[in-house]
């Protein structure tokens, strides 16, 4: 798997390259060498030989420029479409004074034409500091390249992604390729960015390694490496061996939430599961999950756990190995005293997930105040209530404010979506999942992850690695599901039932 890196540390690699002996302009030139063996690959491939290169005003059209001359050189028809007028960057007026005389420059005024005569199309537009909208004159270039039948190629990016974010401008062109250099860009693994690039061909341009800021990396989750993360099961072993799992769940409305965490515990592997909860729910799952032990606890007038719980769930926690809080606990003031109560005089392990989020909005600094390693599993608008901040805001900034808020209130923090993050102070790994599907957008797929998370602390694995277990195992369940049944039938059950079996497929 190639490098991941954000659009912060490619420009700040890039930049240092120059102290280790490597200089801006031979690294354009580098990149602008990976390309042209790419494209000419493909045009050998397919018989093809005209290229047209949407070339931009800024060092991602300087790539372009340098990369038409090698075409030219490879007997390839070349024709460039300078889209924001002459080139505006030092590198790319290097550049374009190095222009191959034989290369055809069109006024951007038959651009449109051009997209017809074209075998290929090269988007050397914007590059990685790229964000906002796709100018109105550009998006209606943009039409006419997405009606070509021709072959889209981006350099580095397709022109509309932001590299730091995953978003995506309306009239980005859906690219067959793009070829990324020295690293691929985290916002190229988001979407819906990702669905924008194509095959992702992934090229050295000779940056040095050391080049490269040493803060912390981000790993892309796959079968072997989640297959290295699992935890020993030895066949001497006994119950107590893989731990005990105290769940603090459900009321008297959400008692799906309470058994869906319950059981996706049970089967990823956790010795015991304790479900600590008001007496209508245990009633409700004691005579179909078995394989739990149950703690009745007080109820108030409404069916949510009383706070007068506290020191009861505080004791059991002395004996368990993880507590597991908030899958559909509900929120009223007794929820947020118990489970401030719980954070502060709770010594082992906590995995807070959805109303017990809800509930840390009033108090936040509760986390600063707590003996327990502490990891929470909010989706963007749990998070967004979190930090005050409107969903938008927080999903523009994800990556940033996740590092920040792990690193500031010393917490885990498994960021759930469509592609998941999970990111923690102890560990210098930032992992990333894009395993799953449209399958898990139901309500109890955070309740399923939030249990198979805290199931893995139990058992003894590090928090950060708890987490990347649990969200690949989730998301490589939704695909096994799809294979058989339609994405629109798969409920929470299904993925439980399924759990054995990807579980087998990952230790195999």
């Given at each position: 798997?190639?490098?991941?890196l954000?659009?912060?540390q490619m420009?700040?690699?890039?930049?240092?390259s120059?102290?280790?002996g490597?200089?801006?302009y031979?690294?354009?030139?580098?990149a602008?060498?990976?390309?042209?063996?790419?494209?000419?690959?493909?045009?050998?491939?397919q018989?093809?030989?005209?290229?047209?290169i949407?070339?931009?005003?800024?060092?991602?059209?300087?790539?372009?420029?340098?990369?038409?001359n090698?075409?030219?050189?490879?007997?390839?028809?070349?024709?460039i479409?300078?889209?924001?007028?002459?080139?505006?960057?030092?590198?790319?007026?290097?550049?374009?004074?190095?222009?191959d005389?034989?290369?055809e420059?069109?006024?951007?005024?038959?651009?449109?034409?051009?997209?017809?005569?074209?075998?290929?199309?090269?988007?050397?537009?914007?590059g990685?500091g790229?964000?906002?909208d796709?100018p109105?004159?550009?998006?209606?270039?943009f039409?006419?390249?997405?009606?070509?039948?021709s072959?889209?190629?981006?350099?580095d990016?397709?022109?509309?992604?932001n590299?730091?974010?995953?978003?995506?401008?309306?009239?980005?062109?859906?690219?067959n390729?793009?070829?990324?250099?020295?690293a691929?860009?985290?916002?190229?693994?988001?979407?819906?960015?990702?669905?924008?690039c194509?095959?992702?061909?992934?090229r050295?341009i000779?940056?040095?390694?050391?080049?490269e800021?040493?803060?912390?990396?981000?790993?892309k989750?796959?079968?072997?490496?989640?297959?290295?993360?699992?935890?020993p099961?030895?066949d001497?072993?006994?119950?107590?061996?893989?731990?005990?799992?105290?769940?603090?769940c459900?009321?008297?409305?959400?008692?799906?939430a309470?058994a869906?965490s319950?059981?996706?515990?049970?089967?990823?592997g956790?010795?015991?599961?304790?479900?600590?909860?008001?007496?209508?729910v245990?009633?409700?799952?004691?005579?179909?999950?078995?394989?739990?032990?149950?703690?009745?606890?007080n109820?108030?007038?409404?069916?949510?756990?009383?706070?007068d719980?506290?020191?009861?769930?505080?004791?059991?926690?002395?004996?368990s190995?993880?507590?597991?809080?908030?899958?559909?606990?509900?929120?009223?003031?007794?929820?947020?005293s118990?489970?401030?109560e719980?954070?502060?005089?709770?010594e082992?392990p906590?995995?807070?997930?959805?109303?017990?989020?809800?509930?840390?909005?009033?108090?936040i600094?509760?986390?600063?105040?707590?003996?327990?390693k502490?990891?929470?599993?909010?989706?963007?608008?749990e998070?967004?209530?979190?930090?005050?901040?409107?969903?938008s805001?927080?999903l523009?900034?994800?990556?940033?404010?996740?590092?920040?808020?792990?690193?500031?209130?010393?917490?885990?923090?498994?960021?759930?979506?469509?592609?998941?993050?999970a990111v923690s102070?102890?560990?210098?790994n930032?992992?990333?999942?894009?395993?799953?599907?449209?399958?898990l957008s139901?309500?109890?797929?955070?309740?399923?992850?939030a249990?198979?998370?805290?199931?893995?602390?139990?058992q003894?694995?590090?928090?950060?690695?708890a987490?990347?277990?649990?969200?690949?195992v989730?998301?490589?369940s939704?695909?096994?599901?799809?294979?058989?049944?339609?994405?629109?039938?798969?409920?929470?059950?299904?993925?439980?039932?399924?759990?054995?079996?990807v579980?087998?497929?990952?230790?195999?």
């Open positions: 798997m190639p490098r991941i954000t659009a912060e420009g700040y690699a890039e930049k240092n120059e102290n280790y490597v200089s801006l031979e690294l354009m030139d580098n602008a060498l990976s390309l042209c063996r790419e494209i000419t690959k493909i045009a050998y491939r018989n093809l030989k005209n290229i047209l949407l070339a931009g005003s800024g060092n991602n059209g300087g790539d372009g420029l340098v990369c038409a090698m075409l030219i050189s490879n007997s390839l028809n070349v024709r479409i300078l889209v924001q007028g002459d080139p505006r960057s030092t590198l790319a007026n290097a550049a374009m004074s190095r222009l005389k034989r290369a420059i069109i006024p951007f005024s038959g651009a449109a034409a051009q997209t017809e005569w074209a075998d290929i199309i090269v988007d050397a537009v914007f990685t790229f964000h906002g796709l109105d004159e550009v998006k209606l270039l039409s006419a390249v997405r009606k070509s039948k072959v889209k190629i981006a350099c990016l397709p022109s509309g992604v590299a730091k974010n995953g978003f995506v401008s309306d009239g980005t062109v859906k690219c390729f793009t070829v990324c250099f020295h691929l860009k985290l916002g190229l693994l988001l979407s819906p960015a990702k669905e924008f194509g095959e992702i061909i992934t050295d000779e940056i040095p390694s050391q080049a800021p040493a803060d912390f990396e981000i790993v989750l796959d079968k072997e490496l989640v297959k290295s993360l699992l935890p099961r030895p001497n072993a006994h119950k107590g061996t893989f731990g005990k799992l105290l769940c603090v459900g009321c008297l409305d959400y008692r799906g309470a869906i319950t059981m996706s515990a049970l089967r990823t956790v010795g015991l599961v304790n479900l600590c909860s008001v007496k209508d245990i009633s409700s799952l004691s005579s179909s999950i078995f394989e739990a032990t149950y703690t009745s606890l109820s108030d007038e409404n069916g949510f756990i009383s706070c719980n506290a020191d009861k769930i505080i004791e059991l926690s002395k004996s190995n993880a507590l597991l809080i908030g899958c559909g606990l509900g929120k009223n003031a007794h929820i947020i118990l489970v401030k719980i954070i502060e005089n709770t082992i906590i995995i807070i997930d959805a109303d017990g989020i809800n509930c840390l909005c009033e108090n600094n509760v986390l600063k105040n707590t003996k327990a502490i990891i929470l599993t909010p989706h963007p608008a998070f967004s209530r979190l930090l005050g901040i409107s969903v805001e927080f523009e900034n994800r990556f940033d404010l996740v590092k920040k808020f792990s690193d500031e209130y010393n917490v885990t923090v498994l960021s759930k979506s469509t592609q998941s993050i102070p102890e560990c210098k930032v992992y990333l999942s894009d395993a799953g599907n449209s399958s139901k309500g109890g797929s955070g309740d399923l992850l249990g198979m998370t805290a199931s893995f602390v139990a003894g694995v590090e928090p950060i690695s987490c990347a277990i649990g969200q690949f989730l998301g490589r939704a695909e096994y599901l799809s294979q058989s049944m339609s994405k629109r039938s798969v409920i929470a059950r299904d993925i439980i039932d399924v759990l054995p079996f579980l087998k497929e990952i230790e195999d």
